[in-house]
């Protein structure tokens, strides 16, 4: 888990250190929102207690050049619960990072922060980590995921899920 954090750690503040050489400054033309909605399946143990988790999800891209974007993202995402078991909900707080190289096509980029929990009968959240691969263009992300959620507490354990999801870029410049 503490190489894990590392790592990611060190890979977003190479991704920073490499877009801000490479960057204009941030302007209404290089930044923006992506709403979005995403849909999956709890997987290890997390799909002995819930059936289907959806959310919706909150982007601020404030950095992009020719083949990069950073910014930061929130959201909520509800598991639905089974056999008996409460459904709960999480609410992520982190960075995302993307690589784009076409202006049109494949990307790839990932989700990194901590997601509280809420209505997890005491539950505590914990990092996170939502790898992405998927299609862009213009208006459109439309990506598959894997979101795992990293606990530290005594129930710990992560929490993962995989599947698939949409956002939409509502740009501040007009074009």
Not at 7 to 28: G, R
Not at 135 to 154: E, K, L, M, P, T
């Amino acid at each position: 888990m503490k190489k894990l954090i590392m790592f990611s750690t060190i890979a977003i503040l190479f991704a920073i250190e490499h877009a801000s050489a490479q960057s204009t400054p941030i302007t209404p033309n290089n930044s923006w929102l992506k709403l979005g909605a995403n849909v999956g399946i709890p997987v290890g143990n997390l799909s002995h207690y819930s059936s289907f988790t959806a959310g919706l999800e909150l982007k601020g891209q404030v950095l992009e050049t020719d083949n990069f974007g950073l910014g930061l993202t929130t959201g909520y995402n509800h598991y639905f619960g089974k056999n008996g078991f409460d459904g709960f909900g999480s609410v992520p707080l982190g960075a995302f990072f993307r690589v784009y190289p076409k202006s049109s096509g494949i990307f790839l980029g990932s989700d990194v922060g901590y997601t509280f929990l809420t209505g997890a009968n005491g539950a505590k959240g914990g990092f996170y980590l939502k790898p992405q691969l998927g299609y862009h263009n213009y208006d459109w992300n439309v990506f598959a995921y894997y979101n795992g959620i990293f606990r530290s507490d005594n129930n710990g354990g992560t929490l993962g899920s995989v599947g698939i999801g949409a956002t939409y870029n509502i740009r501040f410049n007009g074009k």
